[in-house]
């Protein structure tokens, strides 16, 4: 008799793995309590309606993915295949859409698409994400990109800075309201159909569906052709252009470095305005690692009160496989240490001993030159080790109760009060958002 396996696309986290889930899921539980967020925990197994309804019936999700069947009692129901859906639906059914102020959840948990399995492709997975209802505002959106970007630092997850870097990279698109899309597609359709011959088989097919969805098609060929046509900034009304601006702004008050990326469009027909992904190029073919947006029209949509939304949902299988794929890779390459403290003199070097002490007190990895040589030779030590940052405390500094900071990749100095100069360096590493 042939043996009894786990089905394709699904797997057994045994115990020897489940400690790597049980840590990634208290960093998840601490760090939303912190941001104010509340759990729910909703069904996995809904009426086929609610994501029909939410995602929009030509979203590849539900014609190509949902797991999707009549229960005995001859009900279309589905697996879920996100939660934004089941939350929204749920906000709706107990009445959370008739009370005033701000509502914020976040969920954990499996999420099922009947997708071919691959590496990062499973057809049970699971996500954890946030949802907040009830609050329009841009610093909303950036808090929630912002709570992403903190999440994946605290599991482990190291965040690019600027191009090139390796780590996980935010970017971010604005794709309008509603009215802005109709005029988006409107044009995106009629230079996709001059193109047609050009396009995959797929995307022949996303043309008639949703023409939006080729921007983000993986295809070469597609790609080009998606390059030579308009982009959806150009359809902005003045509100969703604004909205965006503020956005970003918040991003760069919170120290959340991101890309724009104007071809970037998400899977699911719900979103409007702001648009994210933060990918990791480690990830390959399946480099998303999570993503979200705003949604202000979905709990209108199904039936609630119109209610503005945004939210996140980051894969957890994905997560953990760029932790692996980073400690193989420091298996090879020694981490420097982050901070070369350059004390100029003994006077200097004993406050200076106090500000690596604080430093390493706060994870910052440090290191310093007791015998407090000329500061050519530590900056000559410092680039050696591969320290990023050298904060330099001479006679000087110490005067005007100073640090001078000196980014050795830019040669940029910048002078910091001695008491703030910890957070500053925290937030400059991104160890702290
Ligand atoms: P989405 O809801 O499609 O935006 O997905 C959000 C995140 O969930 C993705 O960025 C992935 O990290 C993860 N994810 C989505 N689909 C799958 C899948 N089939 N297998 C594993 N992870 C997935």
């Avoid at 912190?34 to 019936?57: D, K």
């Avoid at 802005?180 to 996709?192: C, G, I, V």
């Avoid at 990023?388 to 002078?415: C, H, N, P, W, Y």
Wanted: with cysteine; hydrophobic share 40%.
């Amino acid at each position: 008799m042939a043996s009894l396996k786990a089905l394709g696309g699904t797997s057994d986290i045994l115990p020897e793995e489940t400690k790597r889930w049980q840590t990634l899921e208290q960093s998840a539980h601490r760090l939303f309590d912190l941001y104010g967020y509340q759990e729910i925990r909703t069904p996995l197994i809904e009426e086929a309606g609610v994501f029909t309804r939410s995602l929009g019936e030509a979203a590849e999700i539900v014609t190509k993915q949902m797991y999707l069947f009549q229960d005995r009692g001859g009900r279309q129901v589905a697996l879920r295949p996100e939660a934004t859906a089941s939350v929204v639906r749920a906000f709706i059914e107990h009445g959370l859409d008739k009370t005033s102020g701000v509502t914020r959840l976040y969920y954990l948990g499996p999420m099922f698409r009947a997708e071919r399995p691959q590496a990062g492709r499973r057809r049970q997975f699971h996500q954890m994400g946030v949802e907040v209802l009830g609050s329009n505002s841009p610093y909303q959106d950036a808090e929630v990109m912002a709570l992403l970007m903190h999440l994946l630092r605290d599991v482990g997850v190291a965040v690019a800075r600027q191009a090139g870097e390796p780590g996980a990279i935010l970017q971010v698109n604005n794709l309008g309201c509603l009215q802005d899309r109709a005029k988006m597609l409107e044009a995106l359709k009629s230079h996709f159909t001059r193109h047609q011959t050009e396009l995959c088989p797929d995307c022949k097919e996303r043309l008639k569906v949703n023409p939006l969805r080729i921007l983000d098609c993986k295809q070469e060929k597609c790609r080009s052709v998606a390059q030579g046509s308009t982009v959806p900034s150009e359809w902005l009304c003045a509100a969703c252009k604004k909205h965006f601006e503020n956005v970003l702004q918040a991003l760069k008050a919170l120290h959340v470095s991101y890309e724009l990326n104007l071809h970037l469009v998400r899977g699911l027909d719900y979103y409007t305005k702001t648009a994210f992904e933060v990918i990791h190029l480690s990830l390959g073919a399946q480099n998303a690692l999570g993503g979200g947006g705003r949604y202000d029209d979905l709990v209108e949509a199904l039936g609630g009160t119109p209610t503005p939304a945004v939210g996140f949902a980051v894969g957890v299988e994905r997560i953990l496989m760029v932790l692996k794929a980073q400690v193989e890779t420091a298996g090879n390459t020694p981490v420097p240490p982050r901070v070369f403290v350059a004390a100029l003199g003994q006077d200097s070097l004993r406050e200076g001993f106090g500000i690596l002490t604080k430093l390493r007190a706060a994870g910052v990895s440090s290191v310093t030159d007791y015998e407090a040589r000329p500061l050519k030779r530590q900056l000559e030590q410092a680039n050696k080790l591969g320290c990023g940052l050298v904060l330099i405390f001479g006679d000087v500094e110490r005067d005007k109760r100073m640090v001078t900071l000196k980014d050795m990749a830019s040669g940029e100095q910048t002078q910091v009060p001695k008491e703030q100069c910890i957070e500053w360096i925290q937030r400059r590493l991104e160890l702290v958002p």
